[in-house]
């Protein structure tokens, strides 16, 4: 494996003459005309603060693995790619930057809804049923232990924050912000989506616990958007040597959060540096996750 050198770190983009329409957690975004540009940078948040340390490849992994979901997955719900590749016209100064790690999208209305999937008990659903016995409301059975598979997948949507944590709502809250029917809509693809890539990905060697999705409408469509099952939207454990009882290895950015709650951070700004080691062995991680789920490596992809 390759490893990029340093000045392929892009942690923040800058693009002129193009409009600049808002820096994310992870993604630039800027206007093109009736499209939208967002790039993923090589920007980590973790616990809801963005870290000062960059994790080399982060961007490509998520917009490549992002492609390939989105595009294996479209029967279910469309997406909001147009594009990912051949940046013409206002881009084409910018092409080299963009390449593998940008998506020119249709815009939609967002829906101010995190759609969270869970199929493990884990992170914060472990806590929650250790103190009520459900998970964001949601009963569970007694004596379920940790990274437990529950008996069925369930959906715990929560708020979207720009910045700060997201809030976990109830199914009724949903229903509240954007009517039942688009709720149940919001669920039922939800749910799907996850079941599908799931078995996919098991077949593969990785277990998907738990995952979030966001959704737009452009008129009355429904248009899945944003990300696609990337290792910062989800937790991916390796199927073999999975063990219930304890926290799992993974292939995601939960190998960044075991080590900031060792390193004895507050989880409140501003994030230490991540060491060498760890800024290594999270790259891999990605990089590995999208080798298994796609079945070539990234670099193969660019």
Not at 15 to 29: E, H, N, T
Not at 113 to 128: A, M, N, P
């Amino acid at each position: 494996m390759q490893t990029p050198q340093l000045n392929s770190v892009i942690r923040e983009t800058n693009f002129p003459g193009l409009v600049l329409r808002g820096r994310g957690k992870v993604r630039d975004i800027y206007e093109v005309g009736d499209q939208l540009l967002i790039v993923a940078t090589d920007r980590l948040s973790a616990f809801d603060v963005v870290l000062p340390t960059p994790i080399p490849d982060k961007g490509r992994v998520l917009t490549q693995l992002s492609l390939f979901w989105f595009e294996k997955l479209r029967g279910i719900v469309p997406h909001h790619v147009v594009t990912a590749k051949n940046f013409d016209g206002p881009l084409a100064p910018f092409a080299q930057d963009l390449a593998g790690r940008a998506m020119l999208v249709r815009k939609t209305n967002p829906i101010q809804v995190e759609c969270v999937v869970r199929g493990y008990l884990v992170g914060s659903g472990w806590k929650d049923y250790q103190k009520t016995g459900a998970v964001c409301g949601i009963p569970l059975p007694k004596g379920l232990r940790e990274s437990d598979k529950l008996p069925a997948p369930i959906f715990t949507p929560s708020t979207k924050a720009t910045s700060g944590h997201d809030e976990n709502i109830s199914f009724e809250e949903v229903c509240k912000l954007t009517g039942r029917a688009l709720a149940e809509r919001l669920r039922d693809v939800s749910m799907e989506i996850y079941l599908r890539a799931s078995e996919y990905a098991a077949e593969r060697g990785i277990i998907i616990a738990d995952t979030k999705f966001e959704f737009g409408l452009d008129g009355e469509e429904l248009v899945w958007i944003d990300e696609a099952l990337t290792p910062d939207s989800s937790r991916f454990w390796p199927a073999a040597g999975y063990e219930p009882g304890r926290a799992q290895p993974s292939f995601d950015k939960q190998f960044v959060r075991d080590y900031l709650e060792r390193c004895g951070w507050s989880k409140q700004p501003p994030a230490p540096e991540l060491p060498a080691d760890v800024v290594a062995g999270t790259q891999g991680k990605y990089r590995e996750a999208y080798r298994r789920l796609v079945g070539r490596d990234l670099d193969e992809a660019i």
